[in-house]
């Protein structure tokens, strides 16, 4: 197993962690910009205001777009179960 190939599997290995977590991170950031943006106009200041929509859409997205995160999770494995034969020299 050699530098190129090790770097290779990292890499892949991050750009697969990036795309499993980019929806839920992206709407979680989303609404947490709204949330705040009506605590600033109606100047309400209340923490749970601010948690619960975020959980509640966080958990949302996961959850509608699990078939594809497990899809991509199993792709991945597969392909580096795939890879182990060559690992060894």
Known sequence: MGQDFAVQVIYQG??????VSLPAVGVGLLVGFMVSLFQAVTQIQE???TFVPKVI????????????IISLLI??????????????R
């Open 75 to 88: 792709d991945f494995t597969n392909t580096l179960w795939g890879t182990i034969p060559n690992m060894v």
């Open 14 to 19: 991050v750009i697969t962690v990036l795309m």
């Open 47 to 49: 923490q749970t205001l």
């Open 57 to 68: 859409t966080v958990l949302l997205m996961v959850a509608f777009t699990s078939p594809w």
